[in-house]
């Protein structure tokens, strides 16, 4: 969040996927339809039936329009904000709205899997308080290990006094 000409925006890798005029509304608790995504995934062009490789990359792209509105539709995160980019189109979302409000969801639609939410070795769904406070944490080991220490937990706490 960056406040700026007097407003607070949304901005970084992401930020452009939120409608943050639909935040309000509760996040969509399914995607798309199996089956439909189903149909979609079998539609999709192999290489190997087409002679020309123009032909087949003009087809590609067609499926992929196809495949992206289903899969990226704008209803399919409203009330959720972007936080974190993982790389190669890979992201995780903090749900701010409806029964899920307060955790993160994963985000790796460009692999072809539709959000789904973020769960700890417990199975239980990970909270924004729990996912920021890891992050902190693996941060915090990066940090000293490239300052020539080790992560030790006791020696974080003695320096924080």
């Known amino acids: 969040m960056r406040?700026?000409?007097?407003?607070?925006?949304w901005e970084g890798d992401g930020a452009e996927l939120a409608d943050l005029s639909r935040l309000a509304e509760p996040f969509p608790e399914r995607g798309p339809d199996p089956e439909l995504l189903e149909e979609l995934a079998a539609q999709c062009p192999d290489e190997e039936d087409f002679d020309d490789a123009e032909e087949f990359d003009e087809s590609m792209e067609a499926w992929e329009e196809r495949w992206d509105a289903?899969?990226?539709?704008?209803?399919?995160?409203?009330?959720?904000?972007?936080?974190?980019?993982r790389g190669c189109a890979l992201r995780d979302w903090l749900v701010i709205s409806g029964p899920h409000r307060g955790t993160i969801w994963t985000d790796d639609r460009a692999d072809e899997a539709d959000l789904a939410p973020l769960r700890g070795d417990d199975g239980t769904p990970v909270t924004f308080a729990r996912w920021y406070s890891d992050w902190l944490r693996q941060s915090e080991r990066v940090v000293l290990r490239a300052a020539g220490r080790t992560a030790d937990r006791r020696s974080i706490c003695a320096c924080r006094g």
Request: charge should be positive; hydrophobic fraction near 40%.
């Open 70 to 85: 289903v899969m990226f539709h704008p209803d399919r995160t409203v009330g959720a904000v972007v936080i974190s980019h």
């Open 3 to 9: 406040r700026t000409e007097g407003r607070w925006r």
